[in-house]
């Protein structure tokens, strides 16, 4: 796991060790740089030392240096292309570098490389004799990768932050991704928060002709649920899919130095736990979770009895609010670009509490966007029965009327999934799933902005996905939604800050390309029947999750922000290159103060992006 960041232009090496220092605590275990003064190419690296530690530098080269790659991530498949590539004539200078694959990988299949790999990346590979950059991102953005030009200058990195460390680069707010941030608690693929930049789209590559300087796009990959006609019956997916869950934890044991797994005492991370054990001893294995003092929000008495139930070296910390406050300030300034999700500060303290111990760690992540684990699933009923009986007039009302709910601080209360739903349920069925959970509905992002928004290009990227195939069932557009924004941009996002800050990475077990690959072919009622939700995954972990866990509601990864906004002080002012009305905002937050409304999810999105501007203007 490391930072790779570069550019083709002007600048000098002064820039690119600016670059490289902007993300070293991506990689505290070394760097590298390249320059190539005939074509002004310049690559940065810092690293993160998982496997090959000893030879595993980077810029890494082929044998008559004609090809660079900087890398960051994990090629799961390594040692099987490796064998391919030395079969096809291939030498290695390295025993077991995954990084040395991507090299040889290039030489041989060209563009066609990124189908062949099972894992998390981003890199940019460097051809002398093609005078060609090429950039590539993973399947399901595990890895960032942001690119821009400005001024002739080509730039890429890991973050943000990399690429406004260049001298020569012009730091100006994107007006539009401010709104769409706003719109969804993210700022979505391919859109950044700075003009001329763009993240590189999961499941996309680059190319970027030197001679030419053109860019060309295209997606090599991108998820689609497709049921077949003639499904496997339901018990012969429960044993697929526990075989290769099994099979993506092996291969996520691919590591040289110790690693660990996070267990939150929900399905996916017991699951992870659970078959981590399958490959190595329970009580060599170390487990880690983070609580709450406030108990509605607290899972480790879960997650301590999964671990006791298996045996493993388990490890709890508590997040409470004088914590938060003491670390809220540094770390929302350093996630380098606006991410409204409040469990970013629990999701920070239990990657730092568990890098002392481990450098890698597994995780659930990607469980519910593939077997529709979130709640909004199991609301997409209701929302098309009430949509269909009452008129737009009448939802507003009933929205109206339930600010006067009694307001609750406990974790998904009843009156705060009451106005979340008819929040969204007002709008057409294509914008439920990101207006249940956007910070801001669209009409009070134009009194925000104090001008008008168009809805469509709002959520343009979103009505789009949606709008493809109209014969598809509202779950299955929903199961494309979350895994294509909201699981790369927000969950994946929040994980690699929070992990990278800390100097740890961090491996999903649910997002292997075989499993994946089996997963969006299963029909819709295989995942979510009724008010049952993971349904073949609930099955597949019979026997290895204790019954009692396994069917416990779900709490989901939530914070106390209502409660913790009592004492964070708020105001509406910001730098004026925002271009939001300030008054707005102090509305948001006298009602929400007085307790008129619950506007915990503005608050807290405009605290983040306070501290984000407050970073950038220092």
Request: charged share 25%; proline share 5%; net charge negative.
């Amino acid at each position: 796991m490391c930072g790779i960041t570069g550019f083709v232009g002007s600048g000098d090496l002064d820039d690119l060790k600016l670059m490289t220092q902007a993300i070293s605590h991506r990689g505290p275990d070394g760097f590298g740089h390249y320059h190539d003064p005939d074509d002004a190419v310049f690559f940065g690296h810092r690293r993160l030392s998982i496997v090959d530690v000893e030879f595993g530098a980077q810029p890494m080269w082929n044998e008559d240096r004609t090809v660079a790659v900087t890398f960051n991530g994990a090629i799961y498949n390594h040692l099987e292309l490796r064998k391919e590539l030395e079969a096809r004539g291939h030498y290695f200078y390295t025993d077991h570098s995954d990084t040395e694959v991507l090299v040889h990988g290039w030489e041989e299949w060209g563009e066609e490389l990124p189908l062949k790999l099972n894992g998390m990346f981003a890199f940019a590979i460097w051809d002398k004799v093609k005078k060609r950059i090429f950039l590539a991102r993973d399947r399901y953005g595990e890895k960032p990768l942001y690119w821009g030009v400005q001024k002739s200058i080509f730039f890429f990195g890991s973050e943000l932050d990399a690429i406004v460390a260049h001298r020569n680069f012009d730091t100006k707010y994107n007006q539009l991704s401010l709104q769409k941030y706003f719109a969804h608690g993210f700022v979505p693929s391919p859109n950044s928060i700075f003009r001329d930049t763009h993240k590189l789209s999961p499941g996309s590559h680059l190319t970027y002709d030197l001679r030419t300087q053109k860019k060309e796009i295209k997606n090599y990959w991108k998820f689609r649920v497709d049921p077949k006609e003639n499904p496997p019956s339901f018990q012969e997916a429960t044993e697929e899919v526990q075989r290769l869950l099994f099979q993506s934890v092996k291969r996520r044991l691919m590591s040289d130095v110790p690693l660990g797994v996070f267990l939150s005492g929900g399905i996916d991370s017991s699951f992870a736990t659970a078959a981590m054990c399958q490959f190595m001893p329970a009580k060599q294995v170390q487990s880690f979770s983070i609580g709450f003092t406030e108990k509605s929000f607290d899972e480790t008495v879960f997650a301590s009895a999964m671990a006791e139930s298996l045996g493993t070296m388990h490890q709890n910390t508590i997040l409470d609010l004088s914590r938060a406050k003491e670390i809220i300030s540094d770390v929302l300034s350093r996630i380098d670009e606006p991410l409204a999700d409040g469990s970013i500060l629990p999701t920070y303290l239990l990657c730092e509490f568990a890098s002392s111990k481990v450098k890698v760690a597994l995780s659930g992540d990607g469980g519910d966007e593939l077997f529709a684990g979130y709640d909004p699933f199991a609301a997409l009923l209701p929302a098309r029965i009430i949509s269909a009986l009452i008129p737009k007039k009448g939802i507003n009302t009933l929205r109206r009327l339930a600010d006067f709910l009694p307001k609750s601080s406990i974790n998904m209360s009843f009156d705060f999934k009451v106005r979340r739903f008819l929040s969204g349920v007002k709008h057409k069925s294509e914008l439920w799933n990101p207006t249940w959970l956007a910070p801001l509905q669209p009409d009070d992002i134009s009194d925000l902005f104090n001008e008008p928004v168009d809805i469509e290009q709002l959520y343009s990227e979103v009505l789009s996905l949606w709008r493809e195939d109209p014969k598809k069932s509202i779950i299955d557009k929903s199961l494309e939604y979350y895994s294509n924004f909201y699981l790369p941009d927000n969950i994946l996002t929040k994980v690699d800050r929070a992990s990278m800050l800390n100097g740890l990475e961090t491996r999903s077990i649910f997002l292997d390309n075989d499993l994946v690959e089996y997963v969006r072919h299963l029909p819709s009622e295989y995942k979510i029947y009724g008010s049952k939700r993971k349904r073949v995954l609930k099955q597949a972990a019979q026997g290895l999750v204790p019954d009692d866990l396994l069917n416990r509601p779900k709490k989901g990864f939530g914070v106390p922000l209502q409660e913790w906004l009592k004492d964070i002080p708020l105001t509406g002012d910001l730098a004026p290159e925002f271009s939001i009305e300030p008054s707005a905002v102090e509305t948001h937050i006298a009602r929400h103060q007085s307790g008129k409304t619950d506007n915990r999810l503005f608050l807290w999105s405009w605290t983040v992006l306070k501290e984000f501007g407050e970073a950038h203007h220092r």
